[in-house]
């Protein structure tokens, strides 16, 4: 049954999607089974977007990679729910997009070095969904990874990301951690940050130090021609001493702004440092805590911002304008409907405007919600599982040699 798609596409290019999960009764041997089965249409592979929970499970489905390779392969997403990277005893040059979908921390410099080797022609990185801790622990990216000491011409020898052109990545904690942009993603034109919204990640360590960090990186890429933020956290924009550290001469794009936000995007209206400005605005249904097309167009008619450079509103599918706003917005900016801009992310950032983005809606305390519930929903949520049998999720699948 799993073959008659492969069978009946015959010479047309597959875009795959493997989850375990989704599998009746889940064995490691049922997993080598499919894997041998489609293994001789891998050269026919598109897309394929795979839930790899560990090594093991790495090392099942990459196995015939070596002998089957995917020469029509574009991109390539994985969700991997440990901190591992799979390993692929080749290089894969055809990917250009690589999208990884962890729950556990930022890649490690090891993990950086492995994926530039192995995808030559790598243009998009996405690291999505990156959890600030494996559950209730706190994560952080070893303080060891360091490239102190490392000349330019080293770096660029060990993270050939010569083709890389678009980064996408969600930063709990604001933190970039080793990716070291300027250094190993010199050639970056596109960043887009995400952080979610979660009074979890406000009381854990979460500083704006650490976003005047990450945008400093930001600022240190010569060739970068886009910058998209979304910015959940209030504190965030309270203070929003970054404003200083945004890299000039970009198109900058703020995605759905929190009410907090109202004087720092005033200043950055008013700043004459951005090639572009687009706002993208959320839903009025969605959401009270962030700015509505209603309340953006009495902040304008209050503070009256000097303009310097072409300024875009995005306006949500459901916003149904009067004509009287806009006579006032069309005499500041460019208002667009989401059907005529192009001004989607590469990271969907719709649920990140929950207050508790990183844990269960329904938890009311401690008292009321049992550990093992909660552990349960965990699993359900990122696809972590225990085998009905250790010994055989364990096990060495192809034998003692």
């Given at each position: 049954m799993t073959l008659n798609p492969f069978i009946r596409s015959q010479s047309a290019l597959l875009d795959v999607y493997l989850d375990t999960r989704f599998l009746l009764i889940y064995t490691l041997h049922r997993l080598v089974g499919i894997c041998e089965s489609i293994a001789p249409h891998l050269p026919r592979f598109r897309l394929f977007s795979v839930t790899v929970n560990d090594p093991v499970e790495a090392q099942t489905v990459f196995k015939h990679w070596t002998h089957h390779k995917p020469l029509s392969l574009k991109t390539l997403a994985l969700t991997l729910n440990d901190s591992f990277f799979p390993h692929f005893s080749g290089q894969l040059p055809s990917v250009e997009r690589l999208e990884i979908i962890s729950c556990v921390k930022l890649p490690s410099l090891k993990m950086l070095q492995t994926i530039?080797?192995?995808f030559p022609q790598l243009q998009i990185l996405i690291l999505r969904d990156i959890r600030p801790y494996a559950f209730y622990g706190s994560v952080i990216t070893d303080p060891s990874n360091s490239?102190?000491?490392i000349s330019d011409a080293e770096v660029?020898?060990?993270?050939?990301?010569?083709?890389?052109?678009?980064?996408?990545?969600?930063?709990?904690?604001?933190?970039?951690?080793?990716?070291?942009?300027?250094?190993?993603?010199?050639n970056l034109e596109y960043v887009e940050i995400a952080n979610p919204r979660d009074h979890f990640l406000a009381s854990a360590g979460v500083t704006e130090e650490n976003l005047n960090s990450a945008i400093d990186q930001c600022n240190g890429l010569r060739n970068l021609k886009k910058l998209r933020l979304f910015l959940a956290q209030?504190?965030?924009?309270?203070?929003?001493?970054?404003?200083?550290?945004?890299p000039e001469g970009i198109?900058?794009?703020?995605d759905t702004p929190p009410l907090s936000s109202k004087i720092a995007l005033i200043a950055i209206l008013n700043s004459k440092k951005f090639r572009s400005i687009t706002i993208i605005l959320p839903e009025e249904s969605e959401q009270d805590n962030f700015i509505i097309c209603k309340t953006f167009s009495e902040y304008?008619?209050?503070?009256?911002?000097?303009?310097?450079?072409?300024?875009?509103?995005?306006?949500?599918?459901n916003e149904t304008l009067d004509s009287q706003v806009i006579n006032?917005?069309?005499?500041y900016l460019t208002i667009k409907g989401s059907q005529e801009s192009v001004a989607?992310?590469?990271?969907?950032?719709?649920q990140m405007t929950h207050i508790s983005f990183y844990e269960p809606d329904d938890v009311e305390s401690e008292d009321d919600y049992d550990l093992d519930e909660e552990w349960e929903d965990y699993y359900a949520l990122h696809g972590v599982y225990h085998s009905e049998s250790e010994s055989e999720y364990n096990e060495d699948p192809y034998g003692s040699d």
């Open positions: 530039f080797s192995t490239l102190d000491g660029a020898s060990l993270y050939p990301s010569m083709n890389l052109r678009v980064l996408a990545i969600t930063l709990p904690r604001l933190e970039m951690g080793g990716l070291y942009l300027p250094k190993i993603m010199r209030d504190f965030v924009w309270e203070e929003a001493t970054f404003i200083s550290s945004l198109d900058l794009e703020i304008v008619c209050s503070f009256e911002p000097t303009l310097a450079c072409p300024t875009t509103l995005i306006l949500p599918a006032i917005l069309g005499t989607d992310g590469l990271i969907d950032t719709s």
